[in-house]
């Protein structure tokens, strides 16, 4: 799916490694969703921002791709 906030990158469906939690995360912009039913141009947080308040480095090693 294109991320509607960037129109450049591919949202793609990972979870983070150190609690589980699910993300669709644009590859581009690092626009960050919950469900995927939530991914549009409104309530998405930023990547880095949201690994952060988890304390986690906000890097992509720290989550693991899902299939979609």
């Given at each position: 799916?294109l991320?509607?906030?960037c129109?450049?990158?591919?949202?793609i469906h990972?979870?983070v490694?150190k609690t589980?939690?699910?993300?669709f995360?644009c590859?581009?912009?690092?626009?960050?969703?919950?469900?995927?039913?939530?991914i549009?141009?409104?309530?998405f947080i930023?990547f880095?921002?949201?690994?952060?308040?988890?304390?986690?480095?906000?890097?992509?090693?720290?989550?693991?791709?899902?299939?979609?």
């Amino acid at each position: 799916m294109l991320c509607p906030r960037c129109n450049q990158g591919d949202v793609i469906h990972a979870r983070v490694k150190k609690t589980g939690q699910h993300l669709f995360v644009c590859e581009e912009c690092e626009a960050t969703w919950f469900s995927r039913e939530a991914i549009g141009l409104h309530g998405f947080i930023d990547f880095g921002s949201y690994m952060e308040t988890i304390g986690s480095a906000p890097l992509w090693s720290e989550i693991t791709i899902e299939d979609s």
